[in-house]
């Protein structure tokens, strides 16, 4: 019985090793690199051909909770700064400007490659959608 107890002790203070190193793993800015949605994906789902050069989309982590995002949509230039939690689970808490709580998975997180799963009504069409996107630095 005993043993079982150590065993179990120390898988746990494994998990919460991993998920440090995935936390930090996240923090500083990453660039849009592709986004599928229920499996068809792409690197642009807008047609930027009659915008000026389009400015290169992110996301940034900073350690305090804050994150910001700049995305080029209909040729203008949207940025928020929103706020998020790292849950021990690999799962982000994402807190945006309507105090609307939204859940995503970080699927993936090394040095250069972050993907991200979430799920929404993506087209507004009223049929939830699988968003997978990844970023890179």
Request: hydrophobic share 35%; glycine share 4%; aromatic share 14%.
């Amino acid at each position: 019985m005993c043993l079982l107890i150590l065993v179990m002790a120390s898988c746990t203070k494994d998990d919460k090793q991993e998920d440090e190193i995935s936390k930090n793993l996240l923090i500083g800015r990453w660039f849009f690199d592709m986004k599928s949605v229920d499996g068809f994906s792409s690197s642009n789902f807008t047609d930027f051909s009659n915008c000026p050069v389009p400015k290169e989309e992110y996301i940034e982590f900073f350690e305090n909770g804050r994150l910001v995002y700049f995305e080029y949509t209909g040729c203008q230039d949207i940025f928020n700064e929103i706020q998020y939690m790292y849950r021990s689970d690999n799962v982000l808490e994402i807190l945006d400007e309507n105090n609307t709580v939204s859940i995503i998975e970080v699927v993936k997180v090394t040095e250069t490659i972050l993907e991200m799963e979430y799920v929404t009504d993506y087209n507004d069409d009223g049929e939830l959608n699988v968003i997978i996107e990844t970023y890179y630095r």
